[in-house]
């Protein structure tokens, strides 16, 4: 058998199950995905932030606390230290946040959000809230807990820490 004939053969036993439903299943993920990305970043750009830092806002905002680089760290998918450090230090630049050394570890800082940042905060999430809400709200509810079941099964088969019921995840806004 000809070398092109044997890898023609692996190529399409590798492929066997990516059908064409599955390319267009994935294609109309990735294109949801982007244009939610896309009008998600509009929202973001109007309130002067971008998504890293408005999930900071968010983090603190909603544990209503003293938060430590660590956690934030964790929350930013474990990015480099100095990479949460550089978000944070934009946060303070735009007075949405203050940092100062913990309490016990004076190697550690924690993160406080500041007036303007929880107002910075509030306002985003409204108009997040209008935004999405309007366009979830002509969805039927079955075809919203249907489609929500299929994206957890995919998320379910990728993730290191599966979804075992959506709504009490991290994932609720």
Same mark, same amino acid.
């Not at 509009?42 to 998504?51: E, F, L, M, Q, T």
């Given at each position: 058998? #000809?070398?092109?004939?044997?890898?023609?053969?692996?190529?399409?036993?590798?492929?066997?199950?990516?059908?064409?439903?599955?390319?267009?299943?994935?294609?109309?993920? =990735? /294109?949801?995905?982007? @244009? %939610?990305? @896309?009008?998600?970043?509009?929202?973001? &750009?109007? !309130?002067?932030?971008? +998504?890293? #830092? %408005?999930?900071?806002?968010?983090?603190?905002?909603?544990?209503?606390?003293?938060?430590?680089?660590?956690?934030?760290?964790?929350? /930013?998918?474990?990015?480099? /230290?100095?990479?949460?450090?550089?978000?944070?230090?934009?946060?303070?630049?735009? !007075?949405?946040?203050?940092?100062?050394?913990?309490?016990? &570890?004076? +190697?550690?800082? =924690?993160?406080?959000?500041?007036?303007? !940042?929880?107002?910075?905060? #509030?306002?985003?999430?409204?108009?997040?809230?209008?935004?999405? !809400?309007?366009? %979830?709200?002509?969805?039927?509810?079955?075809?919203?807990?249907?489609?929500?079941?299929?994206?957890?099964?995919?998320?379910?088969?990728?993730?290191?820490?599966?979804?075992?019921? %959506?709504? &009490?995840? @991290?994932?609720?806004?």
């Amino acid at each position: 058998m #000809e070398k092109s004939n044997l890898a023609s053969i692996l190529q399409r036993k590798k492929n066997k199950n990516l059908t064409l439903a599955h390319r267009q299943l994935w294609g109309m993920i =990735d /294109l949801v995905y982007k @244009d %939610f990305y @896309d009008k998600e970043s509009k929202i973001y &750009d109007a !309130g002067n932030v971008i +998504r890293e #830092e %408005f999930s900071i806002i968010k983090h603190v905002y909603k544990t209503r606390h003293v938060v430590n680089y660590t956690e934030i760290k964790a929350l /930013l998918n474990n990015k480099h /230290l100095s990479h949460v450090g550089w978000v944070i230090k934009n946060l303070e630049k735009k !007075g949405l946040v203050t940092t100062v050394k913990h309490w016990s &570890d004076q +190697r550690s800082r =924690d993160v406080m959000l500041t007036k303007k !940042g929880i107002r910075t905060y #509030e306002r985003i999430s409204s108009t997040h809230n209008k935004v999405m !809400g309007a366009l %979830f709200s002509q969805i039927p509810k079955e075809q919203r807990e249907q489609t929500t079941r299929l994206l957890i099964h995919i998320h379910n088969r990728m993730a290191k820490k599966p979804i075992a019921n %959506f709504i &009490d995840s @991290d994932y609720i806004q």
